[in-house]
Nanobody
Framework: EVQLVESGGGLVQPGGSLRLSCAAS????????MSWVRQAPGKGLEWVSSINSGGGSTSYVDSVKGRFTISRDNAKNTLSLQMNSLKPEDTAVYYC??????????????????WGKGTLVTVSS
């Protein structure tokens, strides 16, 4: 059974940092691309970032470029999102999601086949 479990969310002040993690199990993690998707309160899903199976290719939505870094540890079956210089508009539930293929996709929220339950990030003073 595929499982994706996010952790690391919480309350942080504007300008602060958080590191999200996603523990993956039930599939060969190193074979598939992964992504982070967020949903702000009262809004729809927004693709944030993707990474290919090997970790050598990454993509970001423009609003987080230069502030967020996606990475993966295939030996530990873990996906991460380092978030720096956080802004109130980054407040959202952040989901880890798996693609059914090895290459990352830029944009979109419909190409993933498994999702975690999410972790809440609140950026507020």
């Amino acid at each position: 059974e595929v499982q994706l479990v996010e952790s690391g969310g919480g309350l942080v002040q504007p300008g602060g940092s958080l590191r999200l993690s996603c523990a993956a199990s039930g599939f060969i993690f190193s074979t598939y691309a992964m992504s982070w998707v967020r949903q702000a309160p009262g809004k729809g899903l927004e693709w944030v970032s993707s990474i290919n199976s090997g970790g050598g290719s990454t993509s970001y939505v423009d609003s987080v470029k230069g502030r967020f870094t996606i990475s993966r540890d295939n030996a530990k079956n873990t996906l991460s999102l380092q978030m720096n210089s956080l802004k109130p508009e980054d407040t959202a539930v952040y989901y880890c999601a798996k693609y059914p293929h090895a290459w990352e996709v830029v944009g979109g929220t419909e190409g993933m086949d498994y999702w975690g339950k999410g972790t809440l990030v609140t950026v507020s003073s």
